[in-house]
């Protein structure tokens, strides 16, 4: 069965937002302690959503991979987190867990780079959890190669270090 990809709608959101917390669990539960990953929960996850897509859908794109009707996985993108008027930012792709390795991420990925060139942009940048090896590979196959960029965030009370990654469109 084949995955289809589209705009994501207001509607959308919850049900991303419950794919996201999934995503975040099945896929950091070997690297961060289940206490870091039991908040949000699934609803609040996707309230967050609902709430950041109101400021930013002007200037973002979420799409969303469906596969028989099932929300398979969502990409987000936007600008340049530095301010980068050539570059866009992948700010996310996260998959079901019963998808990993049936081709929808590189979809969206293939996806949300189209739409970064349409915009015009000449680069594209991203975030990886440096603990993330399975996701680091995905997107160093895909052409990206680490700028040397790190930054600390939170997860939950846990630490972790995001490295960025870039490539050229």
Request: aromatic letters at 8%; charged letters at 25%; glycine letters at 8%.
């Amino acid at each position: 069965m084949t995955v289809t990809l589209r705009p994501a709608t207001g509607d959308d959101l919850m049900a991303v937002g419950a794919l996201h917390q999934r995503s975040r669990v099945a896929t950091y539960s070997s690297f961060l302690p289940a206490e870091a990953l039991a908040d949000p929960t699934p609803e609040a996850m996707g309230r967050y959503w609902v709430e950041r897509w109101q400021w930013e859908r002007d200037t973002h794109r979420m799409f969303v991979a469906e596969r028989a009707g099932t929300l398979a996985g969502f990409s987000y993108l936007g600008p340049d987190d530095e301010d980068d008027p050539a570059t866009g930012l992948l700010n996310a792709i996260h998959l079901d867990p019963d998808e990993q390795g049936r081709g929808v991420g590189r979809a969206l990925m293939m996806d949300a780079l189209d739409a970064m060139r349409a915009r015009g942009w000449q680069r594209a940048v991203l975030w990886v959890l440096r603990d993330n090896a399975h996701a680091r590979a995905f997107y160093q196959r895909g052409g990206w190669t680490p700028t040397g960029a790190e930054r600390e965030e939170q997860i939950g009370l846990a630490p972790t270090l995001q490295l960025r990654f870039a490539r050229p469109l």
